[in-house]
């Protein structure tokens, strides 16, 4: 294992570099010394490392000024293949908390970078252990999977928080986590948890409304990464340009989703930052559709810098389009 031994180097070297800016503890001393003045305990922030940035944007809701939180993957990054960095295992090392997606999102990148931060707060099991798939109704569960030809949704599908409703269930563990990791600010994060919510019901409300009159429409996305948000909102996937999840499309497979939204009527296709949008452009010349710029991440599209923001985003470029190709 090359890579694993080059990320431990590293790690180790950054880690004794990093020691030496640690200020000393103080030694056991025979000779008298001053007591210092008491001064009243500050807690210091936690430090939340979240796999994504849309967990990093709930954690932040949710911690408020009690947490420092940072994102591994770049919002415009595929949360399937996150670049491993040695900035990352020094991150990881420092962490008192990660959360991660779960259900194998990360399965391509993250155990290694663990294993050589070696750090047993973030342990499988520990308090400052989230998985924010705990708890969630999966769907598309495989009855068979085959990972060698690159099919990538082994456990269902990861892509769960682009549900809002999902999202008040992970909001709701990662407060309890918090609480346990540091509980002097126990009730700080039930006072931002409850105001988490309350802001989430408003917009779920606005955002329902606003889908309501496409409930049936059929859409096309490159992955399948909006199936919980067309069951939340009453849309249906007819078609992915992927054969299978993590599977580069064959123009034979292009040519069988250019047929089903020919004959579905299916008029717009969906497609994040890091997806081959030519590839969609190419399909939608051939049944007359619109190419949406999308996204799961906050921050990966201009003006979307928090989950609440990207939702808007999502549900008005929906709409918009929706609306133009009745
Ligand atoms: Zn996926």
């Not at 950054?14 to 305990?41: D, E, I, K, Q």
């Not at 810098?305 to 009745?326: E, H, P, R, S």
């Amino acid at each position: 294992m090359k890579t694993l031994s080059f990320l431990q180097r590293s790690s180790m070297a950054m880690m004794a570099s990093w020691s030496l800016l640690v200020p000393s503890a103080p030694r056991a001393n025979t000779a008298p010394v001053h007591t210092a003045p008491a001064v009243p305990a500050i807690a210091a922030p936690l430090h939340v490392v979240a796999t994504t940035p849309d967990l990093a944007s709930i954690a932040m809701e949710i911690g408020g000024a009690a947490v420092e939180v940072k994102a591994l993957a770049k919002a415009t990054e595929d949360a399937h293949f996150v670049d491993a960095k040695p900035s990352h295992i020094v991150t990881l090392n420092r962490a008192d908390v990660l959360i991660e997606g779960g259900a194998e999102l990360e399965i391509g990148w993250l155990p290694p970078l663990l294993e050589s931060a070696r750090n047993e707060k973030i342990a499988t099991g520990a308090p400052g252990r989230i998985l924010a798939s705990q708890g969630i109704r999966m769907l598309e569960v495989p009855t068979s999977f085959d990972r060698s030809k690159g099919d990538v949704h082994a456990m269902g599908n990861p892509h769960f928080l682009i549900d809002p409703l999902n999202v008040k269930i992970i909001a709701a563990n990662i407060a309890e986590h918090f609480a346990k990791v540091a509980p002097a600010s126990a009730e700080l994060f039930k006072a931002n948890l409850q105001k988490f919510n309350a802001t989430l019901d408003q917009r779920m409300a606005a955002w329902q409304k606003q889908m309501a009159p496409f409930k049936g429409a059929k859409i096309v996305t490159f992955h399948r990464d909006f199936v919980y948000l067309s069951e939340r909102f009453n849309l249906v996937t007819v078609e992915t340009l992927e054969a299978k999840p993590g599977i580069a499309p064959s123009p034979a497979h292009l040519a069988q989703v250019i047929g089903t939204m020919k004959s579905t009527g299916a008029r717009v296709i969906l497609v994040q930052p890091f997806q081959n949008r030519k590839t969609a452009e190419t399909v939608a010349r051939q049944t007359d559709a619109a190419v949406l710029d999308m996204a799961q991440q906050p921050g990966a599209i201009k003006g979307t810098d928090t989950y609440f923001q990207l939702m808007d985003y999502i549900v008005n470029t929906l709409a918009t389009a929706l609306q133009g190709k009745k």
